[in-house]
């Protein structure tokens, strides 16, 4: 394939994916990866054979992709609101796969049911409660309202849900965690006070999954731990050894920079790295095998890599290795990927590429 | 279609294709729009019959796509490494349409000759010439040496290129002009002292385009003018009657925010929106008609929107158009978009999406 491409190391995924399932296992919570981020049938065909109890989805779309590659239970961790034509894709999508989904008020919860109809009893959802993130969510002692509201439209109530979404900042995965335990236990006991059997307790995220209680969570749903990115290396939480993702990208350019580092020009810019960068990564993504080698300018089809002053620099026409910020905009990016094994190579299509509805 | 998706306001598009068509002929300059921005053929057709005298694209694929539409005189606006696999797509190119494409040092432009072979003859070359953007380009004063290594080659050499890209910056894009217009004079200076025949000095960015002067480029590559964007707002380059697309986002959630103001969560993220945000950017994207209110916070499928207090927020399950704020991002995320007319609407392919290499 001609750069910038996507390539996958088929052994380093596998390891991730069966560490995090062990890891998961150990807790004593269930592990239901949330697939946005690789968008790919095959992985989470991993991922279920490693354990996992079902996928996470973003998107209806997304579920569709998955149950039509044989998924059979999928949670869509969103606050949907219901249209008639989502109404009708949910209820095709339930006659083959366990299907929940969230709702995160009274409004949303009664909108859903009426939308549904008499669909609606063959639906979970699970009540979306914040836990600090302040994105979507309702306060967690509204839970019980909202789990009402869900019941008196004739929906299945399965749960609480949560994304402990400010984990993503150095030092903050921990705190992340012991806030998403006290809203998922007072969402819960809201909802046992008003007589709801409680199946499920949803939380994690990538950062946050490895400080998750299980008095808190009953599953959690990380997704960018497959691959690993320069995100998650800026917060620890994995090591270069265990990035699996990286763009191929050629040198084509270079000049001299400011203080005698050299720069050079990728032909991967932001419609295939993306273009996420909190001030806590050091640049727009880093270069495999080079941690000095940082990107500091990113636009549509150049990446500017200042090159360490006392390392050779690449030549142009050099093929080097870029690991993006965040993973799950890669993907998004591209409609296949090259996986890589020690017997050689295939292509991997990115089946979920763009299903953002 | 279900949000989020991409509307464009044809009558709005058309009247912007016109008037930029219309400024630019005025200054003597010609006119050769920069199609990555709306990977469209049907608006590259609109751009040509109102006076362009060709199509600027950033990669091959691109190229390709356009030149099957019926493209006959596209630039690759880019310092490709040539390849045989990419050398053999040019030759294919060129047996249908004019080609130029980019080089910006003597080795890449030897390499480019090398690897075309015999083609290399039917194939014209821009040397890219930085004038202050840092990103790709020789040194003006360097041009003649890259232009003699290609005519070396047996490239033809058409004349010089350089893209202002510093120009995206409040204040910034007269001075980026002055700029351009001093690397595009000294380029061609040096070319014509060497014997060449300078037939194009190739300019200008949506922002720095009618601050061109003729004197310093023949022709310019505005891209984004066609649509406008939340940064042109920003730098004061369109006005909000000029944006001719938006996304359509769905109101999923609303909580009270801090200091009074509502905070609506909209099923729009960085997944359709793209996620540049440079500093003087007042957030991820403005609300068409609501100059108050502010993308806060952008997650892959959230946007937070901080509403004026002042303004009554819309409820659940309002539809709002999002102005994005770097446009050329939000073409590559969608397979179609919805072109909207007076008299109806219509469903075009962004044919060129995801054509990266």
Not at 90 to 116: K, P, Q
Not at 138 to 154: I, N
Request: proline share 6%.
């Amino acid at each position: 394939m001609e750069t910038p491409f996507v390539r996958i190391d088929v052994d380093v995924l596998a390891r991730n994916i069966d560490r995090m399932a062990a890891a998961v296992r150990e807790r004593g919570l269930a592990l239901r990866p949330h697939v946005k981020t690789h968008k790919i049938p095959r992985i989470a065909r991993m991922q279920l054979d490693a354990g996992a109890v079902g996928l996470t989805v973003a998107t209806i779309g997304e579920a569709e992709v998955f149950v039509a590659e044989g998924a059979t239970d999928v949670f869509i961790a969103y606050p949907l609101w219901l249209t008639p034509d989502r109404a009708a894709r949910l209820e095709r999508l339930v006659r083959s796969a366990r299907v929940s989904f969230g709702v995160d008020s009274v409004e949303s919860a009664t909108h859903a049911a009426r939308t549904l109809g008499a669909a609606a009893s063959r639906l979970e959802v699970l009540v979306e409660v914040d836990s600090g993130h302040h994105r979507s969510g309702a306060a967690p002692e509204d839970a019980a309202s909202v789990a009402e509201a869900a019941r008196a439209g004739g929906l299945r109530v399965a749960g609480v849900f949560t994304f402990p979404g400010h984990s993503y900042a150095p030092g903050a995965p921990e705190q992340a965690a012991l806030q998403e335990r006290e809203a998922l236990r007072t969402a819960a006991a809201g909802l046992e006070a008003a007589g709801f059997v409680v199946e499920r307790r949803s939380g994690g995220s990538t950062p946050s999954v490895l400080a998750t209680a299980a008095d808190g969570a009953t599953e959690v749903r990380p997704g960018v731990y497959v691959f690993g990115d320069a995100q998650q290396l800026a917060l620890g939480r994995c090591d270069p050894d265990d990035i699996a993702l990286t763009v191929v990208a050629t040198v084509v350019s270079r000049h001299p920079g400011p203080d005698g580092a050299t720069h050079l020009v990728l032909d991967a810019g932001s419609k295939v790295l993306g273009s996420d960068r909190p001030a806590w990564t050091p640049g727009f993504g880093c270069i495999a095998g080079r941690p000095g080698a940082v990107i500091v300018a990113l636009s549509e089809h150049h990446a500017t890599v200042s090159w360490p002053a006392d390392e050779p620099a690449p030549a142009r026409g050099s093929l080097l290795d870029v690991i993006p910020n965040h993973v799950c905009l890669v993907l998004n990016l591209v409609d296949e990927v090259v996986a890589v094994t020690a017997s050689g190579s295939e292509r991997w299509p990115v089946a979920a590429r763009g299903k953002n509805s």
